[in-house]
């Protein structure tokens, strides 16, 4: 099997995922994945053997309450100490464990069980005896494959105690009953000895100066991230370029005989086997390079492999001799906005970042990083539920095209909700998208005129939907932009003509919704060129302002009527306009109002 030392890199991971553009909860997602601990690595004396129990464990300050050990069953210690009397049930125990996954025996809501081994270890501080165990629900892959256990401050630890009546100590003061349940947070310590009223950080350095100085243990970094296993028994996937000699010695294929391509005359045949092992080609080429008795390896890369750099053989299209020229990386990297689902934060995402700071480190690129910013797409369900062919309810875009455009389904996807929440999807929806197209087209059919004045007020309000779409596409918030159009729909359709060149800025603004159709709209106003081929509209900030501006009249806080007034008026104008309103008149009474208050701008407020 053959990995990728992608743990040395666990440290730089961590640390660069603070200046990267990305959702918080991919972040944590790719935190807890590499899993960073501190803590100590602490040695055990076995009771009558040579051997040592060594474990890691994040709260060293908590040794005085480790009343039992637990290694994995897989642990090698686990036969060297093993008494007699307990072989047959460690056995038993031992291969009942190896059925389970890794999830099963991870997972926290299932009762915790175990086989005592018969051994004891002995306290590197008291020199106690502590009773050795093996645990399903202790892991090989992570630290040390053992554990000291201290049931009164770690919750699986303490309901496995209480199962096989073990005894519970209480080392660090906080909790309420220990023996009904764990205190996990921090606070001072208690009968620890030398540790005793120290807060848990100090506490923890403490313990690891100890440790130390007595040549018992040392303060460690841990990760749970392990090195990626990069072979896979497959066809697809480029071959791992290792040759074997005729002792079985590895030795990597020399760089003048890359690339080491797929042989093509495989057969796929269920063996349980890689299919390269079928392949007379593959073989004889190994043999005619290296020398008779020389094997290739045959098994291929994880896809993930390829997926990791793809990024940059975008920017060498068309060269295949170069990998990367240095130039064109340096100007084009990092990817400016990468858009993916959640489900690559662990695998993928974490990949492409370990291939791009290790091929920063052989010179290939200048970046430590692929992508900048990342934004997740969401999900689009059907009455809730995500879509699969299991469930039969996928719904096929092919029968939506044909009724109504993929211009109108496009939209519709966009018009959902946000574009990183998603939506469900409905039938009927489609719809309003439909004749929100149908009144576009009509527009443009019916009432375009080189000869009509436009309003100050359509001027606003072009003005005010160019800077809205813009924003709005700019944050993807496509449903947005789209209600945008709508609502100057609604404007220009009031309108007894429209200039050309409002109709030109209007299907500008829709090119990135509705390509297709734009390109048809621009057609219609005589234009020769593409619409993909044109700038995009801006917005004059001065003609974002109304010459007019309406003010609502309220009379002892309630409304009663609206003004629309010049932009400019004077705070008199408009209290003697407000009040000399038929409606306001009504409920004045013939009085004139004890108090007149303008917000300019907004409102007329008259108290009686």
């Known amino acids: ?84 009397d307990h072989k047959a049930a460690v056995e038993k125990y031992i291969s009942a464990a190896a059925k389970k996954t890794e999830l099963q025996r991870k997972d926290l809501e299932v009762d915790k069980t175990g086989e005592f081994t018969g051994a004891y270890a002995l306290s590197p501080v008291d020199g106690q005896k502590i009773p050795i165990w093996i645990a399903d629900y202790v892991l090989m892959n992570y630290g040390t494959g053992a554990i000291m256990a201290v049931p009164g401050h770690d919750e699986r630890d303490h309901a496995f105690a209480v199962k096989y009546k073990i005894l519970i100590k209480e080392v660090v003061k906080g909790g309420e009953d220990i023996q009904a349940a764990a205190f996990t947070e921090e606070g001072e310590s208690v009968n620890s000895d030398f540790l005793n009223g120290l807060k848990t950080a100090a506490a923890k350095k403490e313990m690891i100066t100890w440790l130390e100085k007595n040549k018992r243990g040392k303060g460690v970094i841990n990760y749970r991230l392990r090195d990626w296993l990069v072979s896979r028994q497959r066809y697809w996937g480029a071959p791992i370029p290792i040759v074997y000699d005729p002792e079985g010695k590895a030795h990597p294929v020399p760089e003048e005989h890359l690339p080491w391509t797929l042989p093509t005359d495989v057969e796929f045949k269920p063996t349980g086997e890689s299919p390269l092992r079928a392949s007379k080609e593959f073989k004889e080429r190994t043999e005619k390079l290296f020398g008779k008795g020389w094997t290739p390896e045959y098994d291929t890369m994880d896809t993930f492999v390829c997926s990791s750099f793809y990024y940059l053989r975008y920017l060498m299209q068309g060269d295949p001799k170069t990998f990367i020229d240095p130039a064109l990386e340096k100007k084009w990297m990092p990817v400016s906005m990468y858009i993916g689902g959640p489900e690559h934060a662990t695998m993928h995402l974490i990949y492409a970042r370990f291939v791009m700071m290790a091929l920063k480190d052989f010179g290939h690129v200048s970046h430590e990083e692929p992508f900048k910013r990342l934004v997740h797409q969401g999900l689009i369900t059907n009455q809730g539920a995500k879509m699969s062919k299991s469930k039969g309810n996928v719904v096929s875009p092919d029968s939506f095209i044909d009724r109504h455009g993929s211009d109108v389904f496009r939209m519709y996807l966009m018009f959902m909700g946000p574009f990183t929440d998603g939506g469900d999807w409905s039938d009927t929806g489609i719809k309003g998208i439909d004749r929100f197209v149908i009144r576009i087209h009509r527009m443009f059919s019916e009432k375009l005129n080189k000869k009509v004045e436009q309003s100050n007020q359509l001027t606003v309000g072009l003005h005010a939907t160019v800077k809205k779409v813009t924003e709005q596409i700019e944050k993807l918030q496509f449903n947005t932009a789209i209600s945008s159009l709508m609502e100057f729909l609604n404007m220009l359709e009031k309108e007894e003509g429209i200039h050309p060149d409002t109709a030109k800025t209007f299907a500008l603004l829709l090119a990135p919704l509705a390509p297709h159709l734009s390109e048809e709209l621009w057609e219609m106003l005589g234009e020769k060129d593409f619409i993909i081929n044109q700038s995009w509209p801006t917005f004059d900030p001065s003609k974002l302002i109304a010459d007019t501006i309406t003010i609502v009249v309220q009379v002892n806080g309630k409304l009663r009527a609206e003004l629309t007034v010049d932009a400019n008026i004077s705070q008199e104008d408009v209290i003697a306009l407000a009040t000399s309103q038929e409606n306001v008149q009504k409920y004045l009474e013939g009085k004139a109002p004890k108090k007149a208050i303008y917000v300019k701008g907004k409102l007329v407020s008259l108290v009686l």
């Open 1 to 84: 099997q053959w990995f990728w030392k992608i743990t040395q890199y666990a440290e730089k991971l961590l640390n660069n995922l603070e200046g990267l553009s990305w959702p918080e909860k991919t972040k944590l997602m790719q935190t807890n994945w590499i899993g960073r601990s501190e803590g100590a690595e602490i040695r055990f004396d076995i009771e009558g053997s040579k051997e040592t129990l060594t474990v890691f464990t994040t709260r060293p300050d908590t040794i005085f309450g480790a009343t039992y050990m637990v290694l994995a069953p897989e642990h090698p210690l686990v036969e060297k100490i093993t008494s007699s």
